[in-house]
């Protein structure tokens, strides 16, 4: 009876605990999922037969040891060996650059309310599209992806820094090169039959689509679906403080009334899972290649205003959802903060920390030759950067800030980051698994 009548307490002082906001609801809404279809992606995601030299996979890059991430501030995809902050150059196969931006986690992505995904939302839900999405191969997206999740996951393998590989050493690479994509015969056609070609493979889709050709997007969804179901993360201490008010640690509760409250928080990283979906422009440092064309001579990315066009989405980029925040670093478009607390720390007071940001803030793998600090070491560009900020000071103590962390660490499922089904042992292509 003491136990019902805490809880029942605690529901009833919500309000009186968010000063600045109110709580969120604690249910979202995910579609539901076809076990068969979410055990295909399994073996998908974490199989090299998706990329173009064999040898990158989805995991490589998203992988639950990193929280889903990849450990680093920049990644390097194809031309690299090993997995994480261990993972090295191949001197045989040198990489052109850097992934250019930070490889995000994917936690949630499965629910309904995430309509718009990557660092600056190029793709998003579009119905006035015949495929419902907008993206950037606009009239080029073909039909059938079951999502903007589906989508998401299969544009790394046109990528020539992540999946595709360098121009014109294979086949994918090549299509790429032309700009053969989405055409018939083009990049993801060659996907798609290298994976039909595989016996095993071609009995489980049949579990899935029956005899149908395999299509691109009967691959893509079933990856979604895999991702959807392996890291969905609605069960932290958080999410039972706020459907049947079961007590934070008394630090945490705290640091979730300055959230919601004093230090703002809530005005971006709103929600169940604190992201306001929308694109803001915070003073991050940007390290690394940036986001350009081959063409492009600068280091420089611009975010939000790459995909709109518009100056006043400049340096914007998607508020990221903070569940399991805790284990997913490096942090920022460009994962230019390894550490948490540097992170929130850069939130207090964005312009000050852009100028005083330290090169050893980062995890960057050894690449001979990297423009990694280009954009920071030009005072015209930070001063670009600076000048979009959004963000006005806050002043936070040392025990505040140490408060926000523990809230941030309520945030954290264990299950969710062990994932359901976990890494294979072994994929239908017989290719190596990073375990």
Same mark, same amino acid.
């Given at each position: 009876?003491?136990?019902?009548?805490?809880?029942?307490?605690?529901?009833?002082?919500?309000?009186?605990?968010?000063?600045?906001?109110?709580?969120?609801?604690?249910?979202?809404?995910?579609?539901?999922?076809?076990?068969?279809?979410?055990?295909?992606?399994?073996?998908?995601?974490?199989?090299?037969?998706?990329?173009?030299?064999?040898?990158?996979?989805?995991?490589?890059?998203?992988?639950?040891?990193?929280?889903?991430?990849?450990?680093?501030?920049?990644?390097?995809? !194809?031309?690299?060996?090993?997995?994480?902050?261990?993972?090295? $150059?191949?001197?045989?196969?040198?990489?052109?650059?850097?992934?250019?931006?930070?490889?995000?986690?994917?936690?949630?992505?499965?629910?309904?309310?995430?309509?718009?995904?990557?660092?600056?939302?190029?793709?998003?839900?579009?119905?006035?599209?015949?495929?419902?999405?907008?993206?950037?191969?606009?009239?080029?997206?073909?039909?059938?992806?079951?999502?903007?999740?589906?989508?998401?996951?299969?544009?790394?393998?046109?990528?020539?820094?992540?999946?595709?590989?360098?121009?014109?050493?294979?086949?994918?690479?090549?299509?790429?090169?032309?700009?053969?994509?989405?055409?018939?015969?083009?990049?993801?056609?060659?996907?798609? %039959?290298?994976?039909?070609?595989? *016996?095993?493979?071609?009995?489980?889709?049949? %579990?899935?689509?029956? !005899?149908?050709?395999?299509?691109?997007? !009967?691959?893509?969804?079933?990856?979604?679906?895999?991702?959807?179901?392996?890291?969905?993360? !609605?069960?932290?201490?958080?999410?039972?403080?706020?459907?049947?008010?079961?007590?934070?640690?008394?630090?945490?509760?705290? =640091?979730?009334?300055?959230?919601? =409250?004093?230090?703002?928080?809530?005005?971006?990283?709103?929600?169940?899972?604190?992201?306001?979906?929308?694109?803001?422009?915070?003073?991050?440092?940007?390290?690394?290649?940036?986001?350009?064309?081959?063409?492009?001579?600068?280091?420089?990315?611009?975010?939000?205003?790459?995909?709109? =066009?518009?100056?006043?989405?400049?340096?914007?980029?998607?508020?990221?959802?903070?569940?399991?925040?805790? %284990?997913?670093?490096?942090?920022?478009?460009?994962?230019?903060?390894?550490?948490?607390?540097?992170?929130?720390?850069?939130?207090?007071?964005?312009?000050?920390?852009?100028?005083?940001?330290?090169?050893?803030?980062?995890?960057?793998?050894?690449?001979?030759?990297?423009?990694?600090?280009?954009?920071?070491?030009?005072?015209?560009?930070?001063?670009?950067?600076?000048?979009?900020?959004?963000?006005?000071?806050? %002043?936070?103590?040392?025990?505040?800030?140490?408060?926000?962390?523990?809230?941030?660490?309520?945030?954290?499922? *264990?299950?969710?980051?062990?994932?359901?089904?976990?890494?294979?042992?072994? $994929?239908?292509?017989?290719?190596?698994?990073?375990?």
């Amino acid at each position: 009876m003491k136990q019902v009548f805490s809880a029942l307490f605690v529901l009833a002082t919500l309000p009186a605990l968010a000063t600045g906001a109110d709580l969120p609801s604690p249910d979202a809404s995910f579609p539901k999922v076809n076990m068969a279809e979410v055990q295909l992606g399994q073996l998908l995601f974490y199989d090299p037969i998706l990329s173009g030299n064999k040898t990158v996979a989805c995991a490589t890059c998203h992988h639950p040891r990193f929280g889903t991430s990849d450990g680093v501030s920049l990644g390097l995809g !194809d031309g690299g060996i090993g997995l994480g902050p261990n993972r090295l $150059v191949d001197p045989a196969n040198i990489p052109e650059q850097r992934v250019g931006r930070n490889a995000p986690a994917l936690f949630n992505l499965g629910a309904s309310e995430f309509t718009r995904l990557f660092h600056d939302g190029r793709l998003e839900v579009d119905t006035s599209r015949p495929s419902g999405i907008r993206s950037p191969l606009e009239d080029a997206m073909v039909v059938g992806f079951s999502s903007v999740l589906s989508a998401q996951a299969m544009f790394p393998v046109l990528s020539p820094d992540e999946m595709a590989g360098h121009y014109s050493e294979n086949e994918i690479s090549q299509s790429v090169r032309l700009g053969m994509l989405s055409l018939e015969g083009g990049a993801w056609d060659q996907i798609a %039959a290298r994976v039909s070609e595989i *016996p095993e493979y071609r009995a489980v889709f049949d %579990a899935v689509i029956g !005899d149908s050709v395999i299509k691109f997007t !009967d691959i893509s969804n079933a990856i979604a679906a895999f991702t959807a179901y392996e890291w969905r993360a !609605d069960n932290a201490p958080f999410d039972r403080f706020l459907r049947d008010g079961t007590p934070l640690p008394v630090t945490a509760q705290r =640091g979730l009334d300055l959230f919601y =409250g004093d230090a703002g928080c809530a005005t971006c990283h709103s929600g169940q899972f604190q992201t306001d979906h929308e694109f803001h422009a915070i003073a991050m440092p940007q390290i690394g290649p940036g986001k350009a064309e081959r063409f492009e001579s600068h280091n420089r990315d611009i975010g939000r205003m790459r995909v709109t =066009g518009n100056v006043a989405d400049a340096y914007g980029f998607r508020t990221p959802s903070l569940r399991n925040v805790t %284990a997913t670093g490096p942090y920022g478009h460009a994962g230019a903060y390894a550490q948490l607390e540097d992170v929130v720390s850069h939130h207090l007071d964005p312009v000050a920390s852009l100028y005083g940001y330290s090169s050893n803030m980062a995890i960057l793998p050894k690449l001979e030759g990297a423009q990694d600090w280009n954009i920071l070491g030009k005072p015209a560009e930070l001063e670009s950067i600076s000048t979009a900020n959004e963000l006005a000071p806050v %002043a936070l103590t040392n025990a505040e800030v140490s408060d926000l962390m523990a809230f941030l660490d309520s945030l954290t499922d *264990p299950l969710s980051l062990a994932g359901r089904l976990g890494v294979p042992a072994r $994929v239908p292509s017989g290719l190596p698994v990073d375990q």
